[in-house]
């Protein structure tokens, strides 16, 4: 019933920006009230692997090889999670996923991880970065 849906992926040459979004829809019985949101990635011949998430209270955290260049954020009234990418490099390039974790209490670090396997998944969207 509940579904995410990314959108925004494309492609960038290097040091280029994208903004990806994560709509969330039908959680009538939740009401979208998770612990907390992520974004993960998994490029061609790569396991998937965390780039950054954010719980109910805005606590974040991020994958070292994004720090410092992308930002994630939500809009709670819009169901809606973001993840701002800026000074894209190669090694971007990946399909990008949203995902969502229900629940009152969490490790961000198990989350980004991949510890604990999460309760919602969308499609993806890819991002494609040339040189």
């Known amino acids: 019933q509940v579904q995410l849906v990314e959108s925004g992926g494309g492609s960038v040459q290097s040091g280029g920006s994208l903004r990806l979004s994560c709509a969330a829809s039908?959680?009538?019985?939740?009401?979208?009230?998770?612990?907390?949101m992520a974004w993960f990635r998994q490029a061609p011949g790569k396991q998937r692997e965390g780039v950054a998430v954010?719980?109910?209270?805005?606590?974040?955290k991020f994958a070292d090889f994004v720090k410092g260049r992308f930002t994630i954020s939500q809009d709670n009234a819009e169901h809606t999670l973001y993840l701002q990418m800026n000074r894209l490099q190669a090694e971007d390039t990946a399909m990008y996923y949203c995902?969502?974790?229900?629940?009152?209490?969490?490790?961000?670090?198990?989350?980004?991880?991949?510890?604990?396997?999460?309760?919602?998944w969308g499609k993806g969207t890819l991002v494609t970065i040339s040189s």
């Open positions: 039908g959680d009538n019985y939740y009401n979208y009230n998770w612990f907390a």
């Open positions: 954010i719980d109910r209270d805005g606590n974040t």
């Open positions: 995902a969502a974790r229900r629940g009152s209490a969490g490790s961000l670090w198990q989350i980004i991880t991949g510890y604990y396997g999460m309760d919602y």
